[in-house]
């Protein structure tokens, strides 16, 4: 099961406050960044956006799983 937040929607992660916006730019996104370091018990990485490894997340990113069929990013709030 995934999380389909809708576009606008704000919420802290790891200690950063986000706001759910439209777009394809993972290198900015805030989930992608979060699970940059992740590494499964098996040794392989679970960094969210890589090529290899898509969404990683627990939220839909990506339009053909979304409701609104949108891609949307986590971006950072100044």
């Keep these: 099961m995934k ?3 809708k576009i606008g929607t704000k ?3 790891n200690e950063v406050e986000c706001e759910v916006v439209e777009g394809r730019k993972c290198s900015n996104c805030e989930i ?3 699970t940059s370091s992740m ?3 098996d040794g392989r990485s679970n960094k969210c956006g890589t090529k290899h490894n898509g969404n990683t997340s ?4 990506g339009k053909e799983f979304r409701s609104d069929k949108k891609d949307i990013f986590f971006k950072r709030l100044p």
């Design 3 to 5: 999380i389909d937040l």
């Design 39 to 41: 590494i499964l018990h």
């Design 11 to 13: 919420l802290i992660i």
């Design 58 to 61: 627990w939220f839909t990113c």
């Design 32 to 34: 992608q960044k979060a």
